[in-house]
């Protein structure tokens, strides 16, 4: 079993930033995976980013390239999503999922996830 609890969604202005975390517990051994997807209100889950634990080879979703970045610390065991000029189509429920087998970009593919923490970009 594998725990993830995150924090650090809120409000911001058009341009603003945030910085969301994502604490992972339990059965978190070998090269895992960790991802970010959001899901807006009326649309499917969608992959944001993702981060392989050993060697932080890192994936985007094209429209956040250049804008938000994943990255972990080991000794935390945590994993972050800096989002930077961010826009109201960045609104959504943002979740962090764990998968131990092969990166994916699919929300199906990911057994353990997080509890979701709102992210609101008033215009």
């Known amino acids: 079993q594998v725990q993830l609890v995150e924090s650090g969604g809120g409000l911001v202005q058009a341009g603003g930033s945030l910085r969301l975390s994502c604490a992972a517990s339990?059965?978190?051994?070998?090269?895992?995976?960790m991802s970010w997807f959001r899901q807006a209100p009326g649309k499917e889950r969608e992959f944001v980013a993702a981060?392989?634990?050993?060697?932080?080879?890192?994936y985007y979703e094209d429209s956040v390239k250049g804008r938000f970045t994943i990255s972990r610390d080991n000794a935390k065991n945590t994993v972050y999503l800096q989002m930077n000029n961010l826009k109201p189509e960045d609104t959504a429920v943002y979740y962090c999922?764990?998968?131990?087998?092969?990166?994916?970009?699919?929300?199906?593919?990911?057994?353990?996830w997080g509890q979701g923490t709102q992210v609101t970009v008033s215009s």
């Open positions: 981060i392989v634990w050993i060697g932080g080879t890192t």
């Open positions: 339990g059965r978190t051994f070998g090269n895992y995976y």
């Open positions: 999922a764990f998968r131990s087998n092969g990166a994916s970009r699919r929300a199906n593919d990911y057994v353990y």
